[in-house]
């Protein structure tokens, strides 16, 4: 387990890089214009990340701090996002709140003792979790949204086919 969670908080720390160069050097088109009807823009997709960061930080806190196992709430990402204001609020500003809150998090997750990662919470909608589970299942979520980033801005560096 030890080298899974080692590997897990690598991955948690890499990806807010890889979120940040996704998002480098995009003009205010790119960053609010969503690739099709019904999808995310850019500054969404970062709005969205930026809400799961500050939801999971609570629950990681809840997670070791209270008797086991821990309560946990369904949040709804979208309205905290929304609430905290992320979409209008400048994509550097955001960028760095969400590395410096990411590196304070990796530095506490690399402290743990290899028992806390088996603590367990009842969340309300998803049931019983672990640490370990809770923290892994949150950055596949990132995860995802990054290379959907990553894809988009592949797909707008090919130039057409009129060039």
């Known amino acids: 387990m030890a080298n ?19 998002m480098m050097d995009l003009d205010e088109d ?10 995310w823009s850019p500054i969404e997709i970062l709005a969205h990340v930026k809400a799961c960061d500050d939801i999971m930080t609570g629950r990681i806190a809840t997670i070791l701090t209270h008797p086991q196992p821990a309560p946990l709430a369904n949040f709804d990402e979208r309205a905290w996002a929304e609430i905290a204001g992320y979409t209008e609020a400048p994509v550097d500003q ?5 590395q410096r809150h990411r590196g304070e998090m990796v530095w506490q997750l690399r402290r743990l003792p290899a028992d806390a990662w088996e603590r367990a919470a009842q969340h309300e909608t998803r049931g019983m979790l672990t640490l370990y589970d809770l923290v892994r299942t949150f950055l596949e979520h990132e995860e995802e949204h990054i290379a959907q980033l990553e894809d988009l801005f592949e797909d707008l560096d090919e130039p057409d086919e009129e060039d």
Request: aromatic share 2%.
């Open 4 to 22: 899974d969670v080692s590997d897990l908080i690598d991955r948690l720390e890499a990806s807010v890089r890889r979120l940040t160069w996704a």
């Open 30 to 39: 790119e960053l609010t214009e969503a690739p099709e009807e019904g999808e």
């Open 94 to 98: 955001t960028l760095m709140a969400l």
